[in-house]
């Protein structure tokens, strides 16, 4: 079964919009995508679930397009305290009921 | 603060030592995971429960041991362990039943030193 990939790392600057993908080729048909949030030394933080289109929520907004094979987590307008790891999470292709697997991480650094 | 806890918050055992670690939530949640999490590394799957019953193992080695006493408490036994398996241990709770997956609640872990 294919990995859940994203970009290793990513950078901004406070106020800007940053735009995290998450790409899921195998994602089975009853699979939902979430989004999490990790700082160092504790568990990650839920930020946003979505099935197709879009899905916004007051600190988040999470695109997925028609084929479901990827999604992009968009996060408005950052600060400092958003420099974190966002993880994407999905099934593992297989369908089977919560057998969640994590994507890859992406290092997000926020810059004043 | 998380509405999952887990003790102790740092262990460090020897590798003849036997420990366990716990978890516990009251969110009525029926699923019920545990998360293995080394440095720089995305969290892997170990076990998941589902209404108190073992429903995935994920090929982890038997010197790891879950138990569901209830549907609020999950523990991790640990037996023999190795040093490669000092990590961060995640403990994760879900609605559980079919999908939509519901979101999963993590605790803050216990940070494992094995030596």
């Known amino acids: 079964l294919a990995k859940t990939t994203q970009p290793i790392s990513m950078d901004s600057y406070e106020g800007q919009e940053v735009n995290i993908t998450c790409s899921h080729n195998n994602i089975a048909t009853n699979d939902y995508i979430t989004w999490y949030q990790q700082f160092p030394s504790q568990g990650p933080r839920f930020i946003i679930q979505g099935y197709k289109t879009k899905v916004t929520n007051e600190v988040a907004s999470l695109f997925i397009p028609a084929d479901r094979k990827s999604s992009t987590l968009s996060l408005p307008r950052v600060s400092l305290s958003d420099t974190a790891v966002y993880y994407c999470?999905?099934?593992?292709?297989?369908?089977?009921?919560?057998?969640?697997?994590f994507g890859t991480g992406t290092l997000l650094a926020v810059q004043p | 603060d998380t509405e999952v806890t887990q003790t102790p918050k740092h262990l460090v055992m020897g590798m003849t030592n036997k420990k366990s670690l716990k978890c516990e939530q009251h969110m009525g949640h029926r699923a019920m995971y545990w998360y293995k999490q080394k440095a720089k590394k995305p969290p892997e799957l170990m076990f998941v429960?589902?209404?108190?019953?073992?429903?995935i193992n994920e090929s982890v080695p038997s010197r790891f041991s879950p138990e569901c006493p209830n549907s609020s408490l999950l523990n991790l036994h640990l037996h023999a362990l190795q040093p490669e398996d000092s990590a961060l241990y995640l403990c994760a709770s879900s609605q559980g039943g079919p999908p939509p997956n519901s979101p999963l609640h993590f605790g803050n872990g216990t940070r494992l030193t094995v030596t």
């Open positions: 429960y589902s209404y108190e019953k073992l429903s």
């Open positions: 999470l999905v099934g593992d292709g297989s369908g089977a009921t919560n057998k969640l697997i």
